[in-house]
T-cell receptor, first 110, second 115 residues
Framework: DAKTTQPNSMESNEEEPVHLPCNHS???????IHWYRQLPSQGPEYVIH???SNVNNRMASLAIAEDRKSSTLILHRATLRDAAVYYC???????????FGTGTSLTVIP | EAGVVQSPRYKIIEKKQPVAFWCNPI?????LYWYLQNLGQGPELLIR????????DSQLPKDRFSAERLKGVDSTLKIQPAELGDSAVYLC?????????????FGPGTRLTVL
């Protein structure tokens, strides 16, 4: 399995930035890095993905280390609706093989 | 646009009974996935379909689990007979096509409780 390591839980104050780290030291050159999040009682939803360069979208930013052995998901201003479990995933092979870990449970404090 | 639809949302059965879950993916999505999610864990892939072909079922416990996607659209996952350890959330997801690291769209899941 393509392994990722994330902290079990993190806290953030509302309207402050959040940096969610992920280690993936066994990543290979063609593996993409994906982030999904899962709100309570819902299926996971896509947040962002990238290969080598940093990526930005309306939800978040993804910062990828130069050696690609780690990455950081950045939520620029946390809201209460961002409280969820965030999964860092490597997709390998054809790109459809996702290996979810246990994720990081983010608590947003009002 | 409708998302991935799953039914039922909740199911409670006695052990040794059969159970089936249904999934309708997003229209036009060729790839369909079934995942199992235990409490406090991330989803684990059970089976992946490309159209009607199961291209990865290595994690499907074939002694009691079966799945089908006969016309390459909706899919059914069956457990017969169910065991206590099968209590979990069963998630269905779909994506446009393979080979391009496409976004997977997940349904809300079916929460199975086996008594």
């Amino acid at each position: 399995d393509a392994k990722t390591t994330q902290p079990n839980s993190m806290e953030s104050n509302e309207e402050e930035p959040v940096h969610l780290p992920c280690n993936h030291s066994t990543i290979s050159g063609t593996d993409y890095i994906h982030w999904y999040r899962q709100l309570p009682s819902q299926g996971p939803e896509y947040v962002i993905h990238g290969l080598t360069s940093n990526v930005n979208n309306r939800m978040a930013s993804l910062a990828i280390a130069e050696d690609r052995k780690s990455s950081t998901l950045i939520l620029h201003r946390a809201t209460l609706r961002d409280a969820a479990v965030y999964y860092c995933i490597l997709s390998i092979g054809t790109g459809n093989q996702f290996y979810f870990g246990t994720g990081t449970s983010l608590t947003v404090i009002p | 646009e409708a998302g991935v639809v799953q039914s039922p949302r909740y199911k409670i059965i006695e052990k040794k009974q059969p159970v089936a879950f249904w999934c309708n993916p997003i229209s036009g999505h060729n790839t369909l996935y079934w995942y199992l999610q235990n409490l406090g864990q991330g989803p684990e892939l059970l089976i992946r379909y490309e159209n009607e072909e199961a291209v990865d079922d290595s994690q499907l416990p074939k002694d009691r689990f079966s799945a089908e996607r006969l016309k390459g659209v909706d899919s059914t996952l069956k457990i017969q007979p169910a065991e206590l350890g099968d209590s979990a959330v069963y998630l269905c997801a779909s994506s446009e096509r393979t080979g391009t690291h496409n976004e997977q769209f997940f349904g809300p899941g079916t929460r199975l409780t086996v008594l």
